[in-house]
């Protein structure tokens, strides 16, 4: 095996085995805390048992000391009882804390389920993961997010931490499927940084055409059936390319995205565009132009 590929698998294999230490630490927290909730627990239960003996079992108390005028053996009873139901909730809720792990915390190697699954979808829907989906986080997975990563201007670790997870459109394990895309909001955001990456300079019924021309991919069938699936779709955007997207982007470019997701098509219908000025691909003046906005030719 090359001397790479070996330092390569020691890296993961110490990632995965810090992984199972913190859990670890975890547990042992879990375990402490709840010892220390049992201990109070048990304090408690012998004062009542102490207020138990002073009654006793047919004794009744003032009401003046806050029984209600109950037996001691009643107190003693319903007060355990309580004691008991909160110990229990209180127990639940540290476990849920604890040890669940935080929705799409990351998403790394050794990682197995439907959370790789559905990374790995989206990565082979933009062309950046050749293998099976198959729920497992191995080296193919690992090179594609790399390659997404560093298309898109993320850090480079192979882990599809928050950031990588928000550049994917997947916020939310249990909220955003594969199929249904981002929010709204994040719709538009992503939309403003495309086309101010693309089109700032341009006039502006030329950006909103860029905007358009992205949405027409969305509802075409030859292309992914999202927004981010198009925008990330490999090689489909120099500003995704060359990291122009992560921009922060003007009003102008915002309204534009607006514009052009409330249903203002300046193009009628154009699945493609490019500046005849600086287009290197023979492809792309195979295409039909419809119209030209600025210094785009808008084709189909």
């Known amino acids: 095996m090359p001397f790479f590929s070996v330092l390569w698998i020691e890296k993961h294999e110490h990632e995965r085995l810090r992984t199972e230490e913190n859990m670890v630490k975890r547990i042992f927290l879990l375990l402490t805390t709840l010892m220390l909730l049992c201990t109070a627990v048990q304090a408690e239960e012998n004062t009542q048992v102490k207020h138990y003996l002073l009654l006793g079992e047919d004794g009744y108390a003032a009401d003046s000391v806050g029984t209600g005028g109950r037996s001691g053996a009643d107190w003693l009873g319903d007060a355990a009882l309580k004691k008991r139901v909160l110990a229990i909730l209180t127990a639940a809720a540290l476990l849920l804390v604890l040890l669940a ?5 990351a998403v790394g190697w050794g990682d197995r389920g439907e959370d790789v699954r559905r990374v790995q979808q989206k990565l082979k829907q933009w062309g950046y993961f050749k293998g099976s989906v198959d729920g497992v986080f191995g ?3 690992y090179d594609a997010v790399m390659r997404f990563q ?5 850090p480079a670790d192979g882990v599809a931490g928050k950031k990588t997870l928000e550049a994917m459109g997947i916020s939310s394990a249990k909220a955003v499927s594969v199929s249904s895309g981002s929010s709204h909001a994040q719709d538009v955001d992503l939309l ?4 101010h990456g693309e089109a700032r300079g341009e006039p502006y019924v030329g950006m909103v055409a860029v905007g358009a021309v992205v949405l027409n991919r969305v509802k075409n069938s030859r292309f992914p059936n999202t927004l981010a699936g198009v925008i990330y779709q490999e090689g489909a955007f120099d500003a995704v390319s060359d990291g122009q997207i992560n921009l922060a982007p ?5 309204r534009a995205a607006r514009d052009a997701m409330n249903g203002w098509d300046p193009t009628g219908g154009c699945l493609y565009y490019y500046n005849p000025s600086t287009a290197t691909s023979p492809w792309i003046w195979t295409r039909e132009v419809r119209l030209n906005i600025g210094d785009h030719s808008f084709a189909v």
């Open 101 to 105: 792990p935080t929705a799409w915390a």
């Open 139 to 141: 080296k193919n997975t």
């Open 150 to 154: 560093k298309k898109n201007g993320l």
């Open 192 to 195: 403003t940084r495309l086309i």
């Open 250 to 254: 003007g009003e102008q470019s915002r």
